[in-house]
């Protein structure tokens, strides 16, 4: 089993959740959690049985401080990682007008800030080490409007700007960087849904069918993986055909 280790952030439950069991079938696995809740110890549990060991690690990545205290203590006990997938956002859906500020800036922190508080800890410990990749975990919100999501929009459509500009500033390091863009996936949110409604939205999507978490993960690892080592500055889309 190699030592390279993944760095996922929110990690607990969702996509996230997904993106540990699969990556945890090839490499180790650090992924972030906002508190200590029972799904940590879920998702260490379910991995258990796989090649990689998997860790939980307590930081709200939205809060420059606590990146600033754990980020180094992560490259202490286990070097450069391997690659980032920065997977931790929240939505909090709300027509532009009458969106508050504070809502506002907490899904600009979440989404797009916190990327950039670790990337400065991380970024030159990988280009050290001369290899790497970083997944930055947009949204067909991104390139496609949907009304209530003007502020998750903007973070999914500047993750894009970032990774384009990222990618050409630290390929000559060895490092990729690249977007994945889910469309409409299963989730608690979906499940809640009535039924005519997610009728009425599965006709929307061309194959007919909600996308599933592990189509997410496994997406993710191959574009951190080997098979795509000449790939940096992409936007992958997997939406079923929704935006096309």
Same mark, same amino acid.
């Given at each position: 089993?190699?030592?390279?280790?993944?760095?996922?952030?929110?990690?607990?439950?969702?996509?996230?959740?997904?993106?540990?069991?699969?990556?945890?079938?090839?490499?180790?696995?650090?992924?972030?959690?906002?508190?200590?809740?029972?799904?940590?110890?879920?998702?260490?549990?379910?991995?258990?049985?796989?090649?990689?060991?998997?860790?939980?690690?307590?930081?709200?990545?939205?809060?420059?401080?606590?990146?600033?205290?754990?980020?180094?203590?992560?490259?202490?006990?286990?070097?450069?990682?391997?690659?980032?997938?920065?997977?931790?956002?929240?939505?909090?859906?709300?027509?532009?007008?009458?969106?508050?500020?504070?809502?506002?800036?907490?899904?600009?922190?979440?989404?797009?800030?916190?990327?950039?508080?670790?990337?400065?800890?991380?970024?030159?410990?990988?280009?050290?080490?001369?290899?790497?990749?970083?997944?930055?975990?947009?949204?067909?919100?991104?390139?496609?409007?949907?009304?209530?999501?003007? /502020?998750?929009? !903007?973070?999914?459509?500047?993750?894009?700007?970032?990774?384009?500009?990222? &990618?050409? #500033? +630290? *390929? $000559?390091?060895?490092?990729?960087?690249?977007?994945?863009?889910?469309?409409?996936?299963?989730?608690?949110?979906?499940?809640?849904?009535?039924?005519? /409604?997610?009728? !009425?939205?599965?006709?929307?999507?061309?194959?007919?069918?909600?996308?599933? &978490?592990? #189509? +997410? *993960? $496994?997406?993710?690892?191959?574009?951190?993986?080997?098979?795509?080592?000449?790939?940096?500055?992409?936007?992958?889309?997997?939406?079923?055909?929704?935006?096309?």
């Amino acid at each position: 089993m190699t030592k390279q280790w993944v760095l996922v952030t929110g990690g607990s439950r969702g996509i996230g959740r997904a993106l540990v069991e699969e990556l945890a079938t090839q490499w180790n696995v650090v992924f972030t959690c906002r508190s200590n809740q029972p799904q940590n110890a879920e998702v260490i549990e379910a991995c258990a049985g796989l090649p990689g060991w998997v860790e939980s690690c307590i930081c709200d990545g939205c809060d420059e401080e606590a990146v600033n205290r754990v980020a180094p203590d992560l490259l202490a006990r286990f070097g450069a990682p391997f690659a980032v997938i920065h997977n931790a956002g929240i939505t909090l859906d709300g027509l532009h007008i009458q969106q508050t500020g504070d809502n506002w800036r907490q899904v600009m922190d979440t989404n797009l800030n916190a990327l950039f508080y670790w990337n400065r800890h991380l970024l030159p410990a990988m280009m050290a080490q001369g290899e790497g990749a970083l997944v930055l975990m947009s949204s067909v919100s991104g390139v496609k409007g949907n009304i209530g999501q003007t /502020a998750y929009a !903007a973070t999914k459509a500047a993750m894009i700007g970032m990774g384009r500009s990222l &990618a050409l #500033e +630290v *390929a $000559r390091f060895g490092i990729r960087v690249n977007c994945l863009l889910p469309g409409i996936i299963e989730s608690d949110m979906t499940d809640a849904i009535p039924a005519e /409604a997610l009728k !009425a939205l599965r006709k929307q999507i061309p194959l007919r069918r909600l996308g599933k &978490a592990h #189509e +997410v *993960a $496994r997406a993710a690892a191959f574009m951190i993986g080997k098979d795509s080592c000449y790939m940096t500055g992409q936007t992958l889309i997997l939406d079923g055909g929704l935006t096309v």
